[in-house]
């Protein structure tokens, strides 16, 4: 604890120093005539995106209070709170070859592992990607299905001697599906709407898994769909599978979602037999979450205004990383019209929708040369926008600390909600822990944000109750999740004898 607890209060310090520092520049700011009208729409942005402890703690309440209203019935809530059907996280015993295949925008990923129970966990692993040709992402469901089998083929077919499949067995594939699904069993489900420029109409209500077992067997691929997944839920699968104390996992890339372990008879919705372990993992859907506490700014409702879908995930448009780096172009282009920030003339490229990307706006934030090159380097590149003061490239790194710093807080008070939801959100008094198994790009690089998401966790929970809560990096849980989420339904698994 001692070497967290420091690490921890080290990170807090420096986001204190940096508050001092965005004082400084303030004050410099209202020195100056000219920078005057800058100095208003900062101020005026800073007390739009304010996140007191105390609205966190009605962000986290309402997040607490929309899923329970979403387990207690379908279209209850603006989280769906779906229901996976996985009863059964991996606990480590698993062994055997499975196969997995991630599914989720323009390339998939085939993987296989070789399993070696507690000792051995995974012994081998390998996988491709392959690029899906841009016509098959609006053909037909069959072009589409019969090139991933293909592929999927080619790889069975390439399977060296270290992966053993006993003799009589079928091979077992967990399928992460990241594109809306009806689930219906745990390897079955219905295919709501295409996104991610994907727009194939034949498969739409139609059961993936289905689709994807008739195009195997065109391939003449003997493979069986164990287990249908979501990227958040392999997330999950894969942080249990390493550290049996991961109750919940959050997705933070460019998009974002979470997924957690429920006890079965807390899901009035659930209409079943409950399983047998006393669980259910609840897939959140949390980008879709709103509140009237969330701080909103009019750079917000114009970006969801012009969506295309208005209304709907407004959590993930305040945190994730698709949105980031578009609401500080916006806030750039609003100084450069009604504050000439940038000269005389509004740069034409600051008025191209996302051509500031959440990456570029991490790299301005984190510098800290003395003359802010990195600023003046990125302004120069992506928005055509030559030999920027220092002055300028200071106001440009505090409205990303402003806009940053809004969504790692406001992505804690969403974590805090469900571990309010599940009862972790005190001191554990047996010295247990509470893991929270973290993917995502945005959360990785962004250095920044997951240190600010982590120092609000501890604001928010106290110093006891934090201690026993940890958010730990699971790269790649969509992969590897859903060839474990496979071998924890297995159809070869020997019943538990109570």
């Not at 779906?82 to 996280?89: G, Q």
């Not at 060296?160 to 006993?166: A, I, K, S, V, W």
């Not at 990096?473 to 159809?491: F, K, R, T």
Request: glycine share 10%.
């Amino acid at each position: 604890m001692g070497k967290v607890g420091v690490t921890t209060a080290v990170v807090c310090a420096a986001a204190a120093a940096c508050a001092v520092t965005a004082l400084v520049v303030r004050n410099r700011m209202r020195s100056s005539g000219k920078w005057a009208p800058v100095a208003a729409v900062v101020k005026e942005l800073e007390g739009r995106c304010a996140t007191p402890v105390g609205k966190l703690r009605q962000v986290a309440d309402a997040m607490t209070v929309e899923m329970h209203a979403g387990l207690a019935s379908e279209g209850g809530s603006k989280l769906k709170m779906l229901i996976s059907y996985v009863d059964n996280l991996p606990t480590g015993d698993e062994t055997g070859l499975f196969y997995a295949l991630d599914l989720g925008g323009t390339n998939f990923r085939v993987l296989r592992v070789q399993l070696g129970g507690k000792e051995g966990r995974v012994a081998k692993q390998e996988f491709e990607e392959v690029s899906i040709p841009p016509h098959l992402m609006v053909g037909g469901s069959d072009e589409l299905f019969d090139f991933i089998a293909s592929a999927l083929a080619k790889f069975v077919a390439s399977e060296g001697e270290d992966f053993h499949l006993p003799v009589g067995r079928q091979r077992e594939l967990g399928f992460t599906f990241s594109f809306p699904v009806r689930q219906i069993s745990i390897a079955s489900g219905t295919l709501i709407k295409w996104t991610k420029g994907f727009n194939i109409d034949g498969t739409v209500g139609e059961d993936v898994v289905a689709e994807l077992t008739r195009a195997m067997e065109r391939q003449g691929l003997d493979m069986r769909v164990s287990a249908l997944v979501n990227d958040t839920i392999g997330t999950l699968a894969g942080g249990r599978y390493y550290d049996n104390d991961v109750v919940a996992a959050v997705i933070l890339g460019t998009g974002t979602n979470a997924a957690y372990v429920e006890r079965a008879h807390a899901i009035p919705k659930w209409h079943g037999l409950l399983p047998k372990s006393g669980e259910m993992v609840i897939n959140m859907e949390w980008g879709n979450f709103r509140s009237s506490h969330l701080p909103t700014t009019d750079y917000d409702q114009a970006l969801d205004n012009e969506s295309l879908n208005p209304g709907e995930q407004i959590f993930e448009k305040l945190i994730s990383g698709m949105y980031l780096g578009e609401i500080l172009r916006r806030v750039l282009l609003r100084l450069s019209k009604e504050a000439s920030f940038f000269g005389d003339c509004v740069p034409p490229k600051l008025e191209v929708p996302f051509i500031l990307r959440t990456p570029v706006m991490s790299a301005m934030h984190h510098d800290t040369s003395a003359d802010l090159k990195v600023v003046g380097k990125k302004l120069n590149e992506v928005l055509g926008i030559p030999d920027t003061s220092l002055k300028t490239r200071k106001v440009v790194i505090q409205i990303c600390d402003i806009i940053a710093k809004r969504g790692a807080r406001l992505a804690a008070a969403g974590i805090v909600g469900i571990l309010k939801k599940i009862g972790r959100d005190n001191a554990v008094k047996d010295g247990g822990r509470t893991v929270i198994a973290m993917d995502g790009g945005l959360y990785e690089h962004y250095t920044i944000f997951s240190e600010c998401l982590q120092c609000t966790l501890k604001e928010m929970l106290g110093e006891e109750a934090s201690s026993s809560v940890v958010v730990k990096l699971a790269s790649d849980g969509s992969g590897i999740g859903a060839a474990l989420l496979a071998a924890s339904h297995s159809q070869y698994l020997q019943p538990v004898l109570s």
